[in-house]
């Protein structure tokens, strides 16, 4: 069973607009990753917040890390089409488990 | 090679037969994962390599699922009398760090799995 869960499910937006999306986890975790994958590539790794952090930034993605809620928030700012895709958050327990979470994902849709 | 490739990308099998699935991680790379994904869901854990140590096996499904890195590159997912639910997409993932799932993966662009 997964552990994440990723709010909307889908999310359709026009190019330009911000969309965001939401995660949340059940365990005490190190850090917290997303994941972006589309039709023609793999997963691709896009961002990784630790525990310790609240916000972080990569060019037009913002996350923010709650801890006391055990969730997590994604920001695409100035979408664009090339956007379209499924995110995934992803954690690992912290208890000295190798194994990754993904939730079932956002998919989201930028409209040209 | 530049990433992390997986071959077959398409396999087809038919019920009951036996399926090997390869991974070519980074050269270097520490951690090996294997993971299932289901159309429209989010990758499945199956197992954890750390070298050619399996220290995690703790999401595959059944017995019928095998995994092995026996030099601690190149690793086999194997899949016996395959079932028509065993159809999904098999990823591969590599990563420089020991740290098990915690810390950035390289993902390989999948085998999609067909059990008629």
């Known amino acids: 069973s997964q552990q994440g869960e990723e709010d909307p499910q889908a999310l359709s937006i026009q190019e330009g607009e911000n969309a965001t999306m939401n995660c949340s986890y059940k365990?005490?975790?190190?850090?917290l990753q997303w994941y972006r994958q589309n039709s023609g590539r793999g997963l691709v790794h896009l961002i990784l917040?630790?525990?310790?952090?609240r916000e972080k930034h990569s060019g037009r993605l913002r996350v923010t890390l709650d801890t006391s809620k055990k969730s997590s928030s994604l920001l695409i700012t100035a979408s664009r089409a090339a956007d379209t895709a499924s995110y995934f958050c992803a954690t690992a327990e912290n208890t000295g488990g190798f194994k990754t979470i993904f939730g079932a994902g956002t998919r989201l849709f930028v409209k040209a | 090679g530049a990433g992390v490739s997986q071959s077959p990308r398409y396999k087809v099998a038919k019920r009951g037969q036996d399926v090997a699935l390869r991974c070519d991680p980074i050269s270097g790379h520490v951690s090996l994962f294997w993971y299932q994904q289901a159309l429209g869901q989010g990758p499945e854990f199956l197992t954890y390599f750390q070298n050619e140590a399996q220290l995690d096996k703790s999401g595959l499904p059944s017995d019928r699922f095998f995994a092995e890195r026996p030099e601690g590159s190149v690793s086999t997912l194997k899949i016996q009398r395959t079932q028509q639910e065993d159809s999904a997409v098999y990823l591969c993932a590599s990563s420089s760090s020991s740290g098990g799932g915690a810390y950035e993966q390289y993902f390989g662009p999948g085998t999609r799995l067909t059990v008629t």
């Open positions: 917040i630790r525990s310790n952090e």
């Open positions: 365990t005490s975790i190190n850090n």
